[in-house]
C-alpha cells in the first residue's frame, strides 16, 4: 500500500486556521480517492471530506465542515491538503489522512483496503 506522511495540525484558538498536509511515497495520479478521517476520545471515527480522481472539483464534506474545510490534492506533489478554518471545539480530534478505492471510505468493514497516515493532533481550544 501507499505510504502516507502527515504534517501540520497542533494547537489553535477557536475561529483560527490550520492546513494539514499528506504526502504519499508515490503517485496519487491513478489513487480514485484519498480524504480525511477524524476521531475523538469517546466518539467513532468520522469521515470529514474526500476527494476523487474523477472530479477534483467536486470534493465530498461531512455537514458539520461544510463552508469551513476545503479538501485539495496535487498530483505533481503527491500531496494532500486539508484547509481548516473559522475552527471550532468540537472539531478537536486526530485527523488521519486516507487513500484507496472510493467505495472504501463510506464501508467501515473495507478500512483494511485504505492506507493511513499516522494522525495528527488538532486541537481548538475556546
Known amino acids: 500500500q501507499v505510504q502516507l506522511v502527515q504534517s501540520g495540525g497542533g494547537l489553535v484558538q477557536a475561529g483560527g486556521s490550520l492546513r494539514l498536509s499528506c504526502a504519499a511515497s508515490?503517485?496519487?495520479?491513478?489513487?480514485?480517492?484519498m480524504g480525511w478521517f477524524r476521531q475523538a476520545p469517546g466518539k467513532q471515527r468520522e469521515l470529514v471530506a474526500t476527494i476523487t480522481a474523477r472530479d477534483t472539483t467536486s470534493p465530498n464534506y461531512a455537514d458539520s465542515v461544510k463552508g469551513r474545510f476545503t479538501i485539495s490534492r496535487d498530483n505533481a506533489k503527491n500531496t494532500m491538503y486539508l484547509q481548516m478554518n473559522s475552527l471550532k471545539p468540537e472539531d478537536t480530534a486526530v485527523y488521519l489522512c486516507a487513500a484507496g478505492p472510493t467505495w472504501a471510505f463510506t464501508v467501515p468493514a473495507a478500512s483494511g483496503l485504505i492506507s493511513w497516515g499516522q494522525g495528527t493532533q488538532v486541537t481548538v481550544s475556546s
Open positions: 508515490e503517485t496519487i495520479f491513478s489513487i480514485n480517492a
